[in-house]
């Protein structure tokens, strides 16, 4: 990693106070299973969110606030979770919280009032949000070197194997477990992530001289603001957007505090998340590569799965067989081919590779209509397994290369932004595109439906003679109402097409912005590149020698 000329040793992150983890497979499990579990428990609460508004006796808008609540805490508490591990240390943060976290997910679905609901969803996500940050950071302050890249892969893959295999789990959980274990999951793998992390991880002192000149206010100001954004775009699509005060007023008050934020850390002695890490070219390419990859990953985690649902009207474990058998299951072939490919090739060309795979399968997606069935959606799903197998991952090895390890906890912070506060976001966004869209396009078709034209009426008499068995006064109705119905689904299937189109050009820009990515200085990510791989990165200028 690139050196600074001016340490700041109370903000440096890789290294553990308390030496590499005796019992690495340790370290690694707790990793796998903090990482694993924060992305299927948000997975989990969205795609359940329906039945979760059936199981506690929701209306639609106090289910909208009860995602939000518990998405939003976990972006409030992301950005510090690597200044809390370098001061308190990975056991005291992720220890006796796992537990809690157990503790409330055992409680959560016996509650019936709903301001305990809220209180507790919003408890449950600030300890969810703990466990992926906090587990990054095990694998550079515990692990070998050795250890690094296979550990990170683990990491990277969770985003798409939990996109891929939580509609499933969904389905197998309220058609045969129950819906409460949605939240009892966490039961279980919560204390044993605990475990892992007691056993492979070292018993480090408190860092009283990073507490003592803790930055309190910047991590209050950037983790409010990101999360009151959060909050308004996620409640935006819902409340119509500026017609909303709640809305606006979460909107400019977040990007208030974000502002502070940025003059509090130019004004503060020890700032906690330097804003001079986003001016280093590689880093700030790197950071808005990571942002469209979660804006081109939306055709994984929305467009496929939604459209299976509102025009193939599927249920989640119908749904799921697909991307679990062509989703989560190549991966495990792809994951380790992308760590041989950057072992030996420089990351840049792996990372081409992914977000060449995502265009083409958001440009297969184009071609989509109402027919399209679940065994329609098999290349598409297979190439956006691929594309997330060799793009956050080459990504992360990317930042981190040319990373100053000086200023490992701001740096940490603005990736946690991207990863989630991104995510969350583009999906918020994709709903709003996909239903202006779809009013668009049902406006549209709409207009030429006109009355009395011969078309119409002859669609309108043949549905009318269909449903006159069962009653010719309401047969006239029923027909303006089936013929309503076909032209709502093209409207959606229209505004589908938009959606893959949209990220189709996001992953063309990400391709773009990886041309613009300099070469990263010698580290202990630089491949060792031989035969056919020499070859290709000399012709390609990516060689050293």
């Given at each position: 990693?690139?050196?600074?000329?001016?340490?700041?040793?109370?903000?440096?992150?890789?290294?553990?106070?308390?030496?590499?983890?005796?019992?690495?497979?340790?370290?690694?499990?707790?990793?796998?299973?903090?990482?694993?579990?924060?992305?299927?428990?948000?997975?989990?609460?969205?795609?359940?969110?329906?039945?979760?508004?059936?199981?506690?006796?929701?209306?639609?808008?106090?289910?909208?606030?009860?995602?939000?609540?518990?998405?939003?805490?976990?972006?409030?508490?992301?950005?510090?979770?690597?200044?809390?591990?370098?001061?308190?240390?990975?056991?005291?943060?992720?220890?006796?919280?796992?537990?809690?976290?157990?503790?409330?997910?055992?409680?959560?679905?016996?509650?019936?009032?709903?301001?305990?609901?809220?209180?507790?969803?919003?408890?449950?996500?600030?300890?969810?949000?703990?466990?992926?940050?906090?587990?990054?950071?095990?694998?550079?302050?515990?692990?070998?070197?050795?250890?690094?890249?296979?550990?990170?892969?683990?990491?990277?893959?969770?985003?798409?194997?939990?996109?891929?295999?939580?509609?499933?789990?969904?389905?197998?959980?309220?058609?045969?477990?129950?819906?409460?274990?949605?939240?009892?999951?966490?039961?279980?793998?919560?204390?044993?992530?605990?475990?892992?992390?007691?056993?492979?991880?070292?018993?480090?002192?408190?860092?009283?001289?990073?507490?003592?000149?803790?930055?309190?206010?910047?991590?209050?100001?950037?983790?409010?603001?990101?999360?009151?954004?959060?909050?308004?775009?996620?409640?935006?699509?819902?409340?119509?957007?500026?017609?909303?005060?709640?809305?606006?007023?979460?909107?400019?008050?977040?990007?208030?505090?974000?502002?502070?934020?940025?003059?509090?850390?130019?004004?503060?002695?020890?700032?906690?998340?330097?804003?001079?890490?986003?001016?280093?070219?590689?880093?700030?390419?790197?950071?808005?590569?990571?942002?469209?990859?979660?804006?081109?990953?939306?055709?994984?985690?929305?467009?496929?799965?939604?459209?299976?649902?509102?025009?193939?009207?599927?249920?989640?474990?119908?749904?799921?067989?697909?991307?679990?058998?062509?989703?989560?299951?190549?991966?495990?072939?792809?994951?380790?081919?992308?760590?041989?490919?950057?072992?030996?090739?420089?990351?840049?060309?792996?990372?081409?590779?992914?977000?060449?795979?995502?265009?083409?399968?958001?440009?297969?997606?184009?071609?989509?209509?109402?027919?399209?069935?679940?065994?329609?959606?098999?290349?598409?799903?297979?190439?956006?397994?691929?594309?997330?197998?060799?793009?956050?991952?080459?990504?992360?090895?990317?930042?981190?290369?040319?990373?100053?390890?000086?200023?490992?906890?701001?740096?940490?912070?603005?990736?946690?932004?991207?990863?989630?506060?991104?995510?969350?976001?583009?999906?918020?966004?994709?709903?709003?595109?996909?239903?202006?869209?779809?009013?668009?396009?049902?406006?549209?078709?709409?207009?030429?439906?006109?009355?009395?034209?011969?078309?119409?009426?002859?669609?309108?008499?043949?549905?009318?003679?269909?449903?006159?068995?069962?009653?010719?006064?309401?047969?006239?109705?029923?027909?303006?109402?089936?013929?309503?119905?076909?032209?709502?689904?093209?409207?959606?299937?229209?505004?589908?097409i938009d959606g893959f189109w949209l990220t189709f050009w996001l992953a063309i820009a990400a391709l773009g912005f990886v041309a613009l990515i300099a070469r990263a200085p010698p580290g202990p990510f630089t491949p060792a590149p031989f035969g056919v791989a020499r070859g290709l990165m000399r012709r390609f200028g990516l060689s050293r020698t």
């Amino acid at each position: 990693m690139a050196q600074s000329s001016e340490p700041d040793h109370a903000d440096r992150g890789p290294l553990s106070r308390g030496g590499i983890a005796a019992q690495p497979l340790f370290a690694v499990g707790a990793v796998l299973l903090g990482s694993f579990l924060a992305n299927f428990d948000s997975r989990l609460t969205s795609v359940g969110l329906p039945d979760l508004r059936g199981a506690f006796s929701l209306g639609f808008d106090e289910g909208a606030w009860l995602s939000t609540a518990a998405i939003g805490s976990q972006i409030f508490i992301a950005p510090s979770v690597a200044w809390l591990a370098t001061a308190f240390g990975l056991r005291r943060v992720l220890g006796i919280p796992s537990l809690v976290y157990a503790l409330i997910s055992l409680l959560i679905p016996l509650v019936r009032d709903y301001p305990a609901l809220i209180a507790l969803s919003i408890v449950h996500g600030m300890l969810l949000g703990t466990f992926v940050p906090a587990t990054l950071m095990i694998v550079f302050r515990n692990l070998p070197i050795k250890w690094w890249l296979p550990a990170i892969a683990i990491y990277s893959i969770r985003v798409g194997f939990a996109l891929d295999t939580g509609t499933s789990l969904v389905g197998f959980y309220v058609d045969h477990w129950g819906w409460q274990w949605l939240y009892w999951q966490g039961v279980v793998i919560a204390p044993l992530m605990g475990l892992m992390v007691y056993l492979g991880t070292p018993r480090e002192p408190i860092n009283r001289e990073v507490v003592r000149d803790a930055d309190w206010g910047g991590m209050l100001l950037l983790g409010t603001g990101v999360s009151m954004v959060y909050a308004g775009l996620d409640q935006g699509n819902r409340l119509d957007w500026l017609e909303s005060g709640t809305v606006m007023a979460l909107l400019i008050g977040g990007g208030v505090l974000c502002v502070g934020f940025v003059i509090n850390e130019m004004l503060v002695r020890r700032p906690w998340a330097h804003v001079t890490v986003l001016f280093s070219r590689n880093i700030g390419l790197s950071l808005v590569v990571i942002l469209l990859y979660t804006l081109t990953s939306l055709s994984n985690s929305s467009l496929v799965p939604n459209f299976l649902n509102v025009v193939a009207q599927l249920r989640p474990e119908q749904s799921g067989v697909l991307l679990v058998i062509y989703g989560a299951l190549p991966m495990f072939v792809m994951v380790p081919v992308s760590i041989f490919l950057l072992r030996h090739f420089d990351p840049r060309f792996v990372v081409t590779l992914g977000f060449s795979a995502f265009a083409a399968a958001n440009l297969l997606g184009t071609q989509l209509t109402h027919d399209w069935a679940r065994g329609d959606f098999i290349a598409i799903v297979m190439l956006q397994s691929i594309g997330q197998a060799f793009t956050l991952l080459p990504l992360i090895i990317v930042a981190l290369s040319n990373a100053d390890p000086t200023r490992a906890t701001a740096f940490a912070a603005y990736i946690q932004i991207m990863r989630l506060g991104g995510a969350e976001i583009g999906v918020a966004l994709m709903g709003t595109w996909l239903r202006v869209r779809e009013q668009v396009h049902s406006n549209y078709l709409g207009q030429h439906l006109e009355t009395g034209s011969d078309n119409v009426v002859r669609i309108l008499k043949q549905f009318a003679d269909l449903f006159a068995s069962h009653g010719a006064a309401t047969a006239p109705a029923r027909a303006v109402g089936s013929l309503s119905a076909i032209v709502q689904r093209e409207a959606n299937v229209l505004a589908y097409i938009d959606g893959f189109w949209l990220t189709f050009w996001l992953a063309i820009a990400a391709l773009g912005f990886v041309a613009l990515i300099a070469r990263a200085p010698p580290g202990p990510f630089t491949p060792a590149p031989f035969g056919v791989a020499r070859g290709l990165m000399r012709r390609f200028g990516l060689s050293r020698t």
